[in-house]
Structures are given as C-alpha cells and as structure tokens.
C-alpha cells in the first residue's frame, strides 16, 4: 500500500511542496538553459568537424537468424560475421550450423545453435543488435513485440 | 571502520592460500582509500565461465559496513550475460548482497558466493529476463550466448 | 416520473441558470422526461455510509497487539514468540494457525525459535578486556550480548545492526545464525521499550498489506494515519451503486478507501481506476500541457499562469485570452463555452474512443493543474485574512468566508476534472451525454468566475465582495450537485460504460 502511496502523490496535492517549486523552477530553467546551450554548441562542433563517412566506417551490429533460405543466400559467412555481428541457429538447421562452425573455426563463437526455437527469440531481445536479418519465411514466427529491441528488421 | 582496515591486512596472506587461489586480484584501487576495491577471478570450473577471467567493482560504504550493510558489487558492464546479472550495469541479484547479508560475512565470502551464483543461477529472481528463459529453454544455447559475450569482451579489451 | 429539472431544483434562486436552460437548444430534451427517468435505486442511495475509524500507528500497534493476545491462546506460545511467528507470516493470522496446528516444531525452527538445548540462556553482560569479532574493536570494558548459540556482539554492534533491520518485515535474528531476537531482548539492548515497539510499527507495512481490505494508509504524503473499516457489505453496495467510498483520516485528508487515491467524485472507482493508469501511461506523451507557461496568442509575450483562474490577461498588450483554447476571452464571458469544447460538440457522434480519451485528458490536465494553482491561492488565504484583520479590523471569523470559497472552490474542481473521465466513456450520441456537457460548462464557468474573486488581492475589494463570494460559491456547490447527478444517472443506467482506450 506504500507503493501505492508514492504513485499517487501527483494527485494528492500537497501544500508544502509548492512553495519550493518556484525556487526550484528558477534554479531549473537556469541550468537548463546552459545544458542546452552547451549541448547545441557541442552537436555543432561535432557537425562540423564529422566525416561524412563516418557512419560507413562503424559497421552496424547485425543479428542473423539462420534459416536453409537465409544459408543459400549470403556467400561469404567469414566477411558478414567478422564484424560485430552474431549468427543464432534455429534448430531444424543445426547442420548447417554445425557446418559452419567448422569451417569458420577461428570466429565460432560468433555462431550460437539453439535446440528451442521460443530462446533464438529471447537471445534476439537479450543480444539487441543493431539489425535483425531474418528470411522471409521465418517472419510470421516472430513475437511481435521484438521490434522494440533492434534497430530494424532485414527480410532477405 | 577497523573491521575493513582489519580484514584489508589480512587479505594479501589468505589471498595466497590454496582456497583462494582462483582469485587472480582483490585490492583498493587506492591504498588510503578503502571504500573503493577491484577484484578479478576465473570463472568457476564446470560452468559456461570457465577459462574466462571476470572483473567485479566493488564500493564499501565505510560507515555502514559491515553492520548495517555489506559492500555493492557490480561486474565489469557488458561482459556477463546471467540471468542474475544486468548486462548492461552489471548489477547482481545476490540475496547475501541484499536482504541476507550479515555482519559476520567478509569480503571473501562475497566474492566466493558471487562466484558460485554464476555456475548456479537462482532463476526465481531473475535480472535478466531473456537470459533466463534461455537458460531454462535451452541450455546449450546459453552456454554459447555466454561464451559468445566473454569472447566479444576479451576480444575488446586486447 | 422525474424530469431532468430535478437536477436543477438546488439552484431555483439562480435566474441565469434557468434562462440558460431555455436558451438550449436541449430544452425539448429537459421536458421530454423520456430519457430522464430517475431509478428508485439511484434515489434511495444517498443515506449509504461506510463505517471505519481512523487509526495513528500507536492505535493500530494496540489493535495488533490485541490480534496477537487472540492468536497466543490458541497456540499457548510467549508474546514475544507469536509476534515473531506474525512477522514471519507477514501477519496472516490463518495460515500461521493452519500451519502451525500442523506442524509446530517446524513453525518454530522457522522462526528461529528452537533454543540449543543445556546452553547457557542469552544474557547481555559486562566483559572486560573484550575484542569484538564483528567490528574488531577492542574495549577495556563493554556489555556483551551473547545468544544461546554462543553468538556475541558488542552492544554498540548490536545497538547498530537493530537499527538497520528496523525496516525488514522479518524480525531480527542473531548476526551469525538464525536464532531470533526477541522484542524483550531488543528492549534490553536499547534499555528501554520504545525501541521493540518501533520494530514493529514498522512492520506494519505488511500488516497493512495482507489486511488491505480492511486497513488503507492515507495516500497523502507523510500523514502516515491509518483507516479501519470492515464495512464490506456496504462497500460492496456503494460500489455497485457507483458510489464513492470516501474516507478522511484524523488530519481532516479525505481520500477513496477503495482505490487508496484522492476522491474522485463523480467518477466511480472502476472508471477512476482505469483513468488514474491510463493518465499514468499517458502524461510522458502528452506533457506538453503540464507546462505552466505559454505565449500570449496575440504578442507572444511569455506567459505563466498563477492562478487556476483560465482567464487569462497578458501583461503586455493586455489582451485577454482563454488558457485553454487561446480564444479571445470577450467571447466567453456570456455562458462560457470555450472554443475547444465547442469543436468537441460539433463532431461528437463519430468520434472515436481514442480521440474523446484525448480530448477528455487534456480537460482533465488542464483542472489538475487549475487546482494545483488554486492550492498555491489557498495558501496565501490565511495572510490574506490576516490583512483583512489588520487593516480592516474585521474578525477572524468573519475573514473565514475566503477560507470556505477555496475549499468548495477546489472540491468543484476536482468534480470538473473527474467528470471528464466519465465524459469519455459516454455514449456520445445519447442525450444525457450532451447534458452532461452542459453540466460540465456550467459548473466550469461558476468555477472559473469563483477563482477569480479569489485572486483579487486589494482586502478592501475582497471584503466588499463579501456577499459576492457568498453567490459564487453557492452556485459552484449547486453545480457540483447537478454534475453529480447527471454522472451518477449516467453510470446507472450504463451509458458510461467502461471500454478499453
């Protein structure tokens, strides 16, 4: 009941409490003031001086969710997961996998099986990589809600 | 106050027992500062940390300890996916931490009990919500995320 | 058969009120009486009281203490044990009962009461030349409390670590092991009784929370009363009935002993509490009416507004203006129906839940903050009488007029506001809904104006204003009346209806 307490003090005026909201008003809008100034000259002089580049140059992280379609599709494994991206292995492919670990045996850890389809869908939301690369087939089976954990969704 | 200063000077000589021996490093960042103390450690054999070395940062707050309250401890941030820890603080849901912590427990003990939540999860209070579905779900899954995460930190910090 | 005018009779001495209601375009619904049938139940309502006491926490420590006396003669254990036993149950008295009929012995080794046999009893004694193993201090001499488990502190220690566990709900126990303190130990660590006591005082918190039905703390902040009632039949009627369960603990807070939040008359509970979550979910969104400041419409010139009056004049170009539609004020004054409430008029039939949520919200906002600003008013009322005093030499007493047109001046505020949230969940094209509008207008105009006299600061206009204050007021109270029985009929005869947003 405490708890409820706290949460509905924003209704329960208090007396008290108004007469330092003024000072405190004053006293925020001044400091305010000067983080918005600081802050807008910063981003300028950030603007200024950034490479154009720059973006190109930070690979986006990238999350991919290994299908049979998604295997075929991407040649070079070696090239996509040297950045810093992470494969999640449904299991109906394990194989491919399995393969894949093998052959890429310097940067296996990037490549994680899963025995449970419902924990690739966790580790997406726990991993919260930049991009999702998901094929075609395999988007009707993903929890709606795991939008809000990456940055944006590729369909290959 | 004396308790810290009396457990610091003791410290050195059981860090080199044998029973100790997984403990790599425990000490103040600064000699004349007690209240701030780094640790490293192996991760606990026959878990999904073992070979990976762990950083704890712990604070002490000097007036309470240790009678009305033990240390704050929070791994190194972004190293340790458990579904005890927050990734991204390193925070760690550890009822010795919090609500069971007594006086009689040292620094040592602390740093042994985190060590043996990271080979035992208590998934009854989890910090990490998808990581402990992981880990409930597929286990071998985890043990990969995890691995996946000490790799992609070691590899940072070389 | 009852027309709709009975919502009016409390107003008969109000000519402007009756000659608005011929003026409506819904006269024809006012005499019609077809959809304005009053239920017998609704009728019969008003003499539903919930019982309950107010409780400090010292009385509430009594009444437990009683509770506990009940619940040692059945199980035939100490005092000090069954108050440990509670705490571990978080004070529910049956299943700690169940429980322990089942399986004493291990009740007690749970509660840490299972005393070492042939030891040596706790005892708190003098040791000279001590070292103490828990803060490593040495003393020439101190008092040692030592537990039967052969556990020891220093007394200071213990003084300590007692004070750290005071808010755990759990009792204490020995520093090493799971022995429990007892409250007379704890009063012979401290050397006196206010300190066991304190302990479990603030145990109460969990008390409060498995007895939730029947006990509520006042939501205000730091009042820290109590309220008991176990009145439930009623509560449950009054709910049905779409009544409000309103409290007031002994520092005069009145308070909804069902929700725990402010009153929210006229709204019920159920709309109140879905409101209170929605608002919650949704002020990050729409904050942008919270501010206290805004460009006067006509110079942009900054603006705060420091009363909850919504007649706004710029200090500037000295246009006046509506705060909340930034309307010229000049075409408000007659029958005050600002622009904002007008648009909602004209497109109310297809206009979605979501949009009348926003819409509802916004009005909503608009008198929270009316009435934080009105609270800010009250709070130089009592200097403001003051001055009447001084300068004027009028008495305390008869200063009190200013007192009681801020109190009925925040009540019609908040029914204003709360009946916005009724507002949402109307059927938009039923004639009672566009009544309650009317309603809503009304009561807003006699608020506005009554706020206004109450920004006047020159105590020679106040006091002349005198009888004018009496009018105003009285007309808020009539219109507070007729709001409420217009949303109580509505949420009767289920044209407010609760839908998710």
């Known amino acids: 009941m405490r708890g409820d307490k706290e949460t509905t003090n924003w209704l329960n005026k208090s007396l008290m409490k108004q007469a330092r909201q003024k000072k405190l008003s004053i006293i925020a809008v001044g400091v305010l003031s000067t983080v918005a100034v600081t802050v807008g000259y910063l981003l300028y002089l950030y603007r200024g001086q950034r490479n154009p580049n720059i973006r190109d140059v930070k690979p986006k992280s990238k999350c991919y969710v290994l299908t049979q379609d998604l295997f075929d599709k991407i040649e070079n494994w070696q090239e996509e997961l040297s950045k810093d991206s992470v494969m999640l292995v449904l299991p109906e492919v394990a194989h491919l996998g399995n393969h894949l670990k093998l052959q890429l045996s310097s940067i296996e850890h990037k490549i994680v099986i899963f025995n449970n389809s419902s924990a690739v869908w966790s580790a997406v939301r726990h991993l919260k990589k930049y991009e999702l690369v998901i094929s075609r087939d395999k988007t009707s089976d993903m929890p709606v809600d795991l939008r809000r954990y990456v940055g944006q969704i590729s369909h290959i | 106050m004396s308790r810290i200063v009396k457990e610091y000077m003791g410290l ?73 820890v927050k990734w991204d603080t390193g925070e760690i849901c550890l009822d010795l931490l919090k609500d069971a912590w007594t006086p009689i427990y040292t620094l040592l003990d602390v740093v042994g009990a985190i060590r ?37 930190a070691r590899l940072a910090r070389v | ?60 420590y009594d009444d437990v203490m009683e509770r506990v006396e009940f619940v040692r003669t059945i199980t035939q254990l100490s005092t000090d044990s069954m108050i440990i036993l509670l705490r571990l149950y978080g004070w529910n008295e049956e299943k700690l009962l169940e429980d322990y009929t089942e399986n004493p012995s291990e009740i007690l080794e749970k509660g840490g009461l299972i005393v070492p046999e042939h030891c040596k009893k706790r005892d708190l004694t003098d040791k000279p030349h001590y070292t103490c193993l828990i803060c490593c201090d040495s003393y020439s001499k101190v008092p040692v409390f030592r537990m039967e488990c052969g556990h020891e502190a220093c007394i200071n220690c213990y003084r300590t670590y007692l004070t750290s566990t005071l808010k755990k709900p759990k009792a204490p126990t020995c520093m090493s092991c799971h022995l429990s303190i007892t409250s007379s130990d704890i009063d012979r660590i401290f050397g006196n009784k206010e300190f066991s006591k304190k302990h479990i005082c603030l145990s109460f ?103 909850g009056c919504n007649h706004m004049t710029c200090q500037s170009c000295h246009s006046e203006f509506c705060w909340i539609c930034d309307g010229k004020w000049a075409i408000h004054t007659d029958n005050y129906v600002c622009k904002f409430q007008n648009e909602k008029k004209d497109n109310t039939i297809n206009k979605s839940i979501t949009k009348r949520f926003t819409d509802g919200y916004k009005m909503f906002i608009v008198h929270e903050n009316s009435s934080d600003l009105d609270l800010k008013l009250a709070g130089t009322i009592e200097s403001k009488i003051f001055t009447l005093q001084k300068e004027l030499g009028i008495s305390w007493i008869e200063g009190q007029f200013l007192s009681e047109s801020i109190k009925i001046l925040l009540h019609g505020r908040s029914v204003l506001k709360w009946s916005y949230a009724i507002g949402v969940f109307c059927d938009p094209s039923h004639n009672l809904t566009h009544i309650l509008e009317q309603n ?62």
């Not at chain 3, 507070?480 to 949303?487: I, R, S, W």
């Open chain 2, 12 to 84: 050195q000589k059981r860090l080199q027992t044998p029973e100790f021996s997984w403990i790599s490093f425990l000490a103040p960042v600064d000699d004349d500062d007690l209240s701030e103390w780094v640790c490293r450690f192996q991760g606990p054999s026959e878990s999904p940390f073992e070979g990976f070395e762990l950083g704890l940062n712990i604070t002490i707050d000097l007036e309470k300890y240790p009678i009305s309250g033990g240390p704050r401890v929070l791994f190194e941030p972004r190293t340790v996916a458990h579904p005890n």
């Open chain 2, 116 to 152: 043996d939540l990271l080979a035992d999860p208590g998934l009854d209070s989890p910090l990490d919500l998808d990581i402990a579905q992981i880990y409930d779900a597929d286990y071998e899954a985890y043990v990969q995320i995890v691995r996946y995460r000490l790799e992609e």
């Open chain 3, 1 to 60: 058969m009852t027309s709709l005018d009975d919502y009016n009779f409390e107003l008969s001495e109000d000519d402007e009120y009756y000659q608005f209601v011929e003026d409506s375009d819904y006269e024809s619904d006012y005499s019609s009486g077809k959809v304005l049938k009053v239920d017998e139940s609704f009728q019969g309502s008003d003499d539903l009281r919930l019982r309950y006491k107010s409780l400090s926490t010292n009385e509430l």
């Open chain 3, 205 to 307: 918190e969990t008390f409060i929370n498995k007895h939730s039905k029947n006990y509520k703390w006042c939501p205000y902040t730091g009042c820290g009363n109590i309220i008991y009632s176990n009145n439930e039949s009623t509560l449950n009627e009054m709910l049905k009935r779409h009544k409000i369960p309103e409290v007031e603990c002994s520092n005069k807070h009145a308070f909804c002993f069902y929700c725990s939040t402010e009153v929210h008359t006229p709204s019920d509970c159920k709309i109140a509490q879905y409101w209170i979550q929605k608002v919650r979910d949704e002020s990050t969104n729409l904050n942008w009416i919270l501010n206290n400041t805004k460009p006067c419409p006509f110079c942009g010139t900054s603006i705060e507004k420091n009363g």
């Open chain 3, 440 to 501: 809503q207008t009304m009561l807003s105009n006699a608020v506005e104006s009554l706020s206004l006299k109450i920004q006047i600061k020159d105590p020679k206009v106040l006091i002349k204003s005198k009888a004018e204050f009496h009018d105003a007021s009285s007309l808020v109270n009539g219109r507070v009346v007729a709001l409420e029985k217009c949303c109580q009929e509505l949420l009767i005869k289920g044209i407010c209806k609760l839908e998710a947003i």
